[in-house]
């Protein structure tokens, strides 16, 4: 599979198309707009050669985008590899590595999916690529996109529920082969008159987490990442990054001690507690794509922890009266386990449909979650935490908990089993809140009808790890709402790809079940990552406090706006009209 997905790369490229689109000169006045395909403001095939000399060839130009595989009377169809290629579009790894493709596909427009009889063009694409594999790459990119007034997209493994890799009519800078590997003992940040006696790993800009674990358990060692094999460090760590480690050892981005970068004016900097200290801070956790491309990071690691871990389900009927009350229950134990030291993923359910092995499916309500505890290879160690919940359930409710926990003796051991497994390659937005202990305070029934409206997956990633981290240089840009979270909950919407209606209708959707949460947490926040592009006052909801201090770093370092992105910090100047982003009113700032 994984050497069909390079030929189907390979296809794609090899057939240079049109990168212009459609209708681009319907999109707005060349003056206030940056520049697109088909317009008078875009260079020349002359400066795209001559860039693409600079760059030593490493320029493409799409052809047909991959979906056109499946696509008669498009150059690169072949009804025996869109077969295939139908099979490999749900997954992560075609998308990852795919130099224009993003996992989510309303964030192409729909413009080329892989069923035959939906349209098919580009026009919701890239119109070239710069394969970067050095920070100089990424320089030069920046400077080309600079002098022309293109707009720039960054991508990596395009895993986004964002959709800020992705641009239509934008040179978009592919990361994803900017592979490095080091370990260190101990790490002295360049510039600093000290050494970090912390052993610590680098790497390049576009590695992920899943071979950094894999190489890092070699050495008995691990970092806090997220629980995708595909996640790249870029995205992960400048949107904060939670971990099913975090309640132990803080955010991704607490762990951070130094990175190189190239900001939006092309310089190739380092940045930790000792020089450019500003950036260090803005970087991890104020959002990728805005101040700067970072070509490498250097994390700590920790030592590989011991691990049981397992599956909890709790289920009932979903038309009995006390449902509420159950579900309400098992939401106000979530501070309780965050308190023994548990972490992991819950997901509540309310009229899930469950097949009952005879061709129908029976609809219950109630919890289910994946747990996890660190130094320890004794599964009663879990359960004595789980009994006076399972006692509980047992005593009030016509309901048996069930429970299958197993011993890991690595972080590796445990990744290998529960990574992320989920699909991609189809319409969703996502949406989420930060449950402070707060929220949990209510009374069961009502927290109940919260978790029944809102239908949450309620992530335990924060706890006492988080709270009492100790980032580099004393604090990162994240919503200070992190350091009293006990739970990160998030839902979302799938969608039917090319309607307009299904599309208005998800984000309204997403909204609604989303304000259930928002009302119990008002004051806390929402975390960048996994969450509804369109969020109400995103600027405060993502950062908080800390959003007035992003800005002025985001103009200081940014004042004509080459990297732009949405939601991203700063993009309050610009606005996607059609296909391109145009100015709006100047007067328009938030901070």
Sequence with gaps: ?????YQLVLASLLVLGDASAVGSEEHGDDAACKAFPGTSSWPSEESWSEFNTTLRGKLIKPGPPPGAICHPGEPTFNSDQCAILTAAWGTYDFHQSNPVSNMWEQFNNDTCLVGPNTPCSGAGYPAYVVNATTAEDVKLSLEFARKHNVRVVVKSSGHDFQGRSQAPGALSIWVHHMQSYKTHDTFRPVGCNFTIDTPAVTVGGGSQLGPIYEKLDKINRTVVGGSSKTVSVGGYLTGGGHSILSPRLGLGADNVLELEMVTPMGDIITANECQNQDLFWAMRGGGGSTFGVMTSVTMATHPTPKIVAGLILIYGPNEEPWVPDMIGYLASQLPYLVSKDVSGYAFFSYNAKIANGSNSTVSYSGMGAEVMI???????????????????????WPVTPYATLAPYPTFQSWFSVYYDKAAAGYNQYVGGRLLDEKAFSMNSSALGKVFMSATPSAYLVAGKGVRNAKPRGGSISVTP???????????????????????????SIVDNITEPLRQIAPDTGAYLNENNPYERDWQHAFWGENYERLLQIKRQYDPDDVLWCAPCVGNERWEQVGYRLCRVNESVETG
């Design 1 to 5: 599979m994984r050497a069909f997905t």
């Design 374 to 396: 660190m130094d320890t290879q004794d599964i009663n160690d879990m359960y004595a935490i789980w009994d006076p919940i399972f006692a509980h359930v047992n005593a009030t």
């Design 481 to 507: 709402a992190w350091r009293r979270t006990v739970a990160h909950c998030t839902n979302g919407h799938i969608f039917q790809p090319l309607n307009a209606t299904a599309r208005a209708e998800a984000i």
